[in-house]
């Protein structure tokens, strides 16, 4: 069974920058995508970036100009470099992986974004 693991959530200053991380326990050459998605409290997971194996990155509706999407292929890890992060908005963001109709999820790294 494939293993996805998120790292890098913590607590960050409103407007303030972070860095999550994405390792998964096969080559990310087997899947056709990698995605990001988040989930505040008490709403539905709403999806954030997707990194495809062709193909440009796509990005949410107000989410490109402030977060990057990016994939390490010998590392087997995809990152999503988030700036100006709002403090309205903590969530936990999850990593996604589809290959051919299936879908692998994360556990989840919490962000909040706090003074």
């Known amino acids: 069974q494939v293993q996805l693991v998120e790292s890098g959530g913590g607590l960050v200053q409103p407007g303030g920058s972070l860095v999550l991380s994405c390792t998964i326990s096969?080559?990310?050459?087997?899947?056709?995508?990698m995605g990001w998605y988040r989930q505040a409290p008490e709403k539905q997971r709403e999806w954030v970036a997707t990194?495809?194996?062709?193909?440009?990155?796509q990005y949410a509706d107000g989410i490109k100009a402030r977060f990057t999407a990016y994939g390490d292929v010998e590392e087997n890890t995809v990152y999503l470099h988030m700036n100006s992060l709002n403090p309205k908005a903590p969530a936990v963001y999850y990593c996604?992986?589809?290959?051919?109709?299936?879908?692998?999820w994360g556990q989840g790294t919490q962000v909040t974004a706090s003074s």
């Open positions: 990194i495809f194996s062709t193909g440009p990155t």
């Open positions: 096969e080559s990310i050459s087997r899947y056709n995508s």
């Open positions: 996604n992986a589809r290959q051919d109709g299936s879908a692998y």
